[in-house]
């Protein structure tokens, strides 16, 4: 009998799994539009999408696909539901998650992106697709010289690679200037301006894909931090410390021969128009003892600027730099406790941040963000929107006597729309605040009574 049930359930199990497989190849795509933002080295491109149901039975969800060369450099993949007409629009943000597929061709990569209700037959839905490619600007020539202006490659299809059959569809491809030395045409096609446009196109099979390459100027900063690591240290007695350390490097063409000061300074638009010597980073309100340093010391080439909503710190490095460069420095500031550090309805405390890097438009390789919580925390859990590497460390500082607990995150390719508040949770209670001075009262307690002794036996040797 047990065993009559168990098979029950797989052939159930399975019928469901082959229903939504089958479901899945029922829908197709009336329209769409692909806008593609080429305008700095962070690649944004925006789908709109009106997908129809053509089978017998509802679907849960569909598939975004991706060729191999840009899945693996994918920063973020986001989708909304659009409801409503015109000024009447409503955007319900989707479930959108990596997924894979056994019958992918030619290691094409895919999202999951499941609808709020399910998709009856013959019903339509449109929505609003959101994806971020880093790296995927290629410097040709690979080297230039300090008065030569940037020139890139991006690979890409004139058509959506897509595993549904699309009605029609239409590319768009913005530049960030006018200078496009080439560019691939796939009738029809045709360039006006800073843009390019593919299409429309009409009944393209699943899994269409036309290469194309586009070749044009580019002399956006390339700002790549190859490394940062944040570190929040939280202090009940009244303000969270922040300290940013950086290695940044310029991901652009690499520079060749000499670097003239000289020209740098008075032929600005022309020399050097690939580099940058220039940075802002985007800091919380209300911040105060703000410092900007290198291995060398302080660089007081900065300004800040405070506001009720922002803080915004300019500042620069200590030379330009061109491609292949690189400069490390470390940022700090303080920020009110109170600002940032709440109560939940169960009793435990949380911290609600900002993830991601201060510095605009910039990639970061590697991203390290260390919580590092009171002495007595206990029970520490971090809630982010999406996935990170989590683990658990421990610091010693001054008076400390079993260490602090330190909430380590952990992401690769990370990008300004990374930039979303997180929280970190955990249990507290108010006695250990007693710890630090209790430690300090005893310290002085003690150098007073060795003094004292001190003193007594310097007067016993007088007297004899």
Same mark, same amino acid.
């Given at each position: 009998?047990?065993?009559?049930?168990?098979?029950?359930?797989?052939?159930?199990?399975?019928?469901?799994?082959?229903?939504?497989?089958?479901?899945?190849?029922?829908?197709?795509?009336?329209?769409?539009?692909?806008?593609?933002?080429?305008?700095?080295?962070?690649?944004?491109?925006?789908?709109?999408?009106?997908?129809?149901?053509?089978?017998?039975?509802?679907?849960?969800?569909?598939?975004?696909?991706? *060729?191999?060369?840009?899945?693996?450099?994918?920063?973020?993949?986001?989708?909304?539901?659009?409801?409503?007409?015109?000024?009447?629009?409503?955007?319900?943000?989707?479930?959108?998650? *990596?997924?894979?597929?056994?019958?992918?061709?030619?290691?094409?990569?895919?999202?999951?992106?499941?609808?709020?209700?399910?998709?009856?037959?013959?019903?339509?839905?449109?929505?609003?697709?959101?994806?971020?490619?880093?790296?995927?600007?290629?410097?040709?020539?690979?080297?230039?010289?300090?008065?030569?202006?940037?020139?890139?490659?991006?690979?890409?299809?004139?058509?959506?690679?897509?595993?549904?059959?699309?009605?029609?569809?239409?590319?768009?491809?913005?530049?960030?200037?006018?200078?496009?030395?080439?560019?691939?045409?796939?009738?029809?096609?045709?360039?006006?301006?800073?843009?390019?446009?593919?299409?429309?196109?009409?009944?393209?099979?699943?899994?269409?894909?036309?290469?194309?390459?586009?070749?044009?100027?580019?002399?956006?900063?390339?700002?790549?931090?190859?490394?940062?690591?944040?570190?929040?240290?939280?202090?009940?007695?009244?303000?969270?410390?922040?300290?940013?350390?950086?290695?940044?490097?310029?991901?652009?063409?690499?520079?060749?021969?000499?670097?003239?000061?000289?020209?740098?300074?008075?032929?600005?638009?022309?020399?050097?128009?690939?580099?940058?010597?220039?940075?802002?980073?985007?800091?919380?309100?209300?911040?105060?003892?703000?410092?900007?340093?290198?291995?060398?010391?302080?660089?007081?080439?900065?300004?800040?600027?405070?506001?009720?909503?922002?803080?915004?710190?300019?500042?620069?490095?200590?030379?330009?730099?061109?491609?292949?460069?690189?400069?490390?420095?470390?940022?700090?500031?303080?920020? *009110?406790?109170?600002?940032?550090?709440?109560?939940?309805?169960?009793?435990?405390?949380?911290?609600?941040?900002?993830?991601?890097?201060?510095?605009?438009?910039?990639?970061?390789?590697?991203?390290?963000?260390?919580?590092?919580?009171?002495?007595?925390?206990?029970?520490?859990?971090?809630?982010?929107?999406?996935?990170?590497?989590?683990?658990?460390?421990?610091?010693?500082?001054?008076?400390?006597?079993?260490?602090?607990?330190?909430?380590?995150?952990?992401?690769?390719?990370?990008?300004?729309?990374?930039?979303?508040?997180?929280?970190?949770?955990?249990?507290?209670?108010?006695?250990?605040?007693?710890?630090?001075?209790?430690?300090?009262?005893?310290?002085?307690?003690?150098?007073?009574?060795?003094?004292?002794?001190?003193?007594?036996?310097?007067?016993?040797?007088?007297?004899?």
């Amino acid at each position: 009998m047990a065993a009559r049930i168990g098979i029950f359930f797989v052939f159930v199990a399975v019928f469901l799994s082959i229903s939504a497989f089958s479901s899945a190849q029922d829908l197709q795509i009336v329209n769409a539009e692909r806008r593609i933002d080429l305008s700095s080295h962070i690649v944004k491109a925006f789908l709109t999408l009106k997908v129809e149901n053509i089978g017998k039975d509802p679907a849960a969800e569909m598939l975004l696909a991706f *060729p191999p060369t840009q899945i693996k450099n994918l920063a973020m993949v986001q989708a909304l539901a659009i409801t409503g007409k015109k000024k009447k629009k409503t955007y319900l943000p989707l479930d959108v998650k *990596p997924t894979e597929r056994p019958d992918a061709p030619n290691d094409t990569g895919y999202y999951r992106v499941k609808f709020i209700s399910p998709l009856g037959p013959g019903e339509t839905v449109s929505l609003e697709v959101l994806y971020i490619l880093t790296h995927s600007l290629e410097p040709f020539p690979v080297e230039i010289t300090q008065s030569e202006s940037q020139l890139v490659y991006y690979h890409d299809s004139a058509v959506i690679l897509s595993p549904y059959h699309i009605k029609q569809q239409t590319t768009f491809v913005k530049t960030p200037t006018t200078r496009v030395e080439s560019f691939t045409s796939i009738e029809p096609a045709n360039r006006a301006g800073k843009e390019i446009k593919y299409g429309p196109y009409e009944n393209r099979a699943s899994y269409s894909y036309t290469p194309v390459i586009i070749h044009f100027e580019n002399n956006s900063p390339f700002a790549v931090v190859e490394e940062l690591v944040r570190e929040i240290e939280i202090s009940h007695w009244g303000s969270l410390q922040i300290t940013e350390s950086y290695r940044l490097t310029h991901g652009g063409a690499r520079h060749k021969g000499v670097f003239s000061r000289v020209d740098y300074q008075s032929k600005r638009s022309v020399s050097g128009a690939s580099s940058f010597n220039a940075l802002l980073a985007v800091l919380p309100p209300r911040v105060n003892s703000v410092y900007y340093r290198d291995n060398i010391g302080n660089i007081s080439t900065s300004h800040l600027r405070t506001g009720f909503r922002k803080s915004e710190l300019e500042f620069e490095p200590r030379y330009p730099l061109f491609g292949g460069w690189s400069a490390t420095f470390v940022i700090g500031y303080r920020v *009110p406790l109170e600002d940032y550090l709440f109560e939940a309805s169960d009793g435990r405390r949380y911290l609600n941040f900002t993830f991601g890097c201060p510095l605009v438009e910039t990639i970061v390789n590697k991203l390290t963000l260390k919580v590092v919580l009171p002495e007595g925390s206990k029970d520490p859990s971090a809630v982010l929107p999406f996935t990170v590497n989590q683990e658990l460390e421990v610091k010693y500082s001054y008076l400390d006597i079993v260490g602090r607990t330190v909430v380590v995150l952990q992401k690769d390719n990370v990008v300004p729309t990374h930039n979303v508040p997180f929280q970190v949770y955990y249990t507290f209670k108010p006695i250990y605040m007693l710890a630090e001075p209790f430690m300090l009262v005893t310290a002085f307690f003690l150098v007073f009574v060795a003094s004292l002794a001190y003193v007594h036996i310097d007067l016993n040797i007088v007297k004899k």
